[in-house]
């Protein structure tokens, strides 16, 4: 059964701090894997995809790796700003016709 | 639609009454998943749709869930006899299959049982 690991649960950082989060799953042999942001109180919010065969995806001042032999995400905050605080989730697709396993999550707060 | 629309946004309801939950999701979308979020927690899935048929039921946490799919569009989460631990917002995700598979979620339903 796959599952999904986040380190650390939570972390607080001055503004302009570059940040990794980071996400492990039990099983490697997964199909895709999502990060999202959830502010509070409200849905998720789709960040970055990695497919399967891709190493890392970017998205403005937000990058992420995926290492699949070892299980293995990264999400690379730059420049951290106090709109960044919000919780960040980790999600895998198993295979392609199931659903999201998902983390715990990482709460980020961004100190101005 | 733009995105995964969910209504209603937020919902009160007594103990013991049913609640259905409603879940338009984005045009096209093959897939659709509910979740459920308790305060302060991870998300823990629900339910799973590939078209109209549900392959995966396996997170309903008891016979008082149940949810269907028609059109292979909307779909709806029922609680029956609602209970105080049923208490959590409730979310919903669509996404294309095959290599593009990236789920999208709505805003959610706030349910909170008094």
């Known amino acids: 059964k796959q599952e999904v690991t986040q380190i650390p649960a939570a972390l607080s950082v001055p503004e302009g701090e570059n940040l990794v989060l980071n996400c492990s799953f039990t099983?490697?042999?997964?199909?895709?894997l999502q990060w999202f942001r959830q502010d509070p109180g409200k849905g998720l919010t789709s960040l970055l995809l990695?497919?399967?065969?891709?190493r890392e995806q970017t998205s403005g001042r937000l990058n992420a790796s995926l290492d699949k032999s070892s299980g293995r995400s990264t999400l690379y905050i730059a420049a951290s700003q106090p709109g960044d605080s919000a919780t960040y989730l980790c999600?895998?697709?198993?295979?392609?016709?199931?659903?999201?396993?998902f983390g715990k999550g990482t709460r980020l707060s961004v100190i101005a | 639609g733009a995105g995964v629309s969910q209504s209603p946004s937020n919902k009160v309801t007594e103990k013991g009454k049913d609640v259905e939950l409603r879940c338009d999701p984005i045009?096209?979308?093959?897939?659709l998943y509910w979740y459920r979020q308790r305060l302060g927690q991870g998300l823990e899935f629900l339910i799973y749709?590939?078209?109209?048929?549900?392959?995966?039921k396996s997170g309903l946490p008891s016979d008082r869930f149940s949810a269907e799919r028609t059109g292979e569009s909307v779909s709806t989460l029922t609680i029956q006899r609602t209970q105080q631990e049923d208490s959590a917002v409730y979310l919903c995700?669509?996404?294309?299959?095959?290599?593009?598979?990236?789920?999208?979620f709505g805003q959610g339903t706030r349910l909170t049982v008094v």
């Open positions: 995700a669509s996404s294309l299959v095959g290599t593009a598979l990236e789920a999208f």
């Open positions: 099983d490697s042999a997964i199909y895709n």
């Open positions: 990695i497919q399967s065969s891709q």
């Open positions: 999600a895998v697709f198993p295979s392609g016709n199931t659903p999201l396993v």
């Open positions: 045009s096209g979308h093959t897939a």
């Open positions: 749709f590939q078209g109209n048929s549900a392959p995966d």
